[in-house]
C-alpha cells in the first residue's frame, strides 16, 4: 500500500488464465512462467543487495482484469513486485540446516 514503486510482471506469450488454451501452448506457458518466476527472484535478491524491500505478489488474478485493463494490454499478468525502502528491518528468521532439509540419494 506505501511502496513507491510497483513493477507489474507480464508474460508477452501469455493468455489471461481465464481463456482457454490448447495443451501446447499452456505447456509453453508453463514454462515461460517458471522462467519469469527466476526472474523475479533475481530481482529480488538485487534490490535486497542495494539495501530496498520488496514484496513478491503472486495473487494479481484478484483484480486480473482490472489491472489488465488498466495497462490496456492482452499480455498475461504473472505477479507484481513493490519496491521501497523499508521501514523497518525485522531479526532474520531462524533457519533450519542443510542437513535437516536435504536428502541425498
Do not use: H, M
Not at 522462467?35 to 529480488?44: C, E
Not at 535486497?48 to 505478489?57: H, K, R, V
Amino acid at each position: 500500500r506505501e511502496a513507491p514503486v510497483i513493477i507489474l510482471v507480464l508474460n508477452t506469450n501469455g493468455k489471461s488464465p481465464f481463456d482457454p488454451v490448447n495443451a501446447d501452448d499452456r505447456i509453453t506457458e508453463i514454462c515461460d512462467t517458471l522462467s519469469i518466476g527466476a526472474s523475479i527472484q533475481n530481482i529480488l535478491l538485487k534490490a535486497t543487495e542495494l539495501g530496498l524491500g520488496t514484496l513478491w505478489i503472486a495473487n494479481t488474478c484478484f483484480a486480473y482484469r482490472e489491472l489488465t485493463e488498466y495497462l490496456d494490454t492482452k499480455n498475461q499478468l504473472v505477479g507484481a513486485i513493490a519496491v521501497g525502502y523499508p521501514d523497518e528491518s525485522p531479526n532474520p528468521r531462524p533457519r533450519k540446516s542443510l542437513d535437516e532439509i536435504i536428502e541425498f540419494r
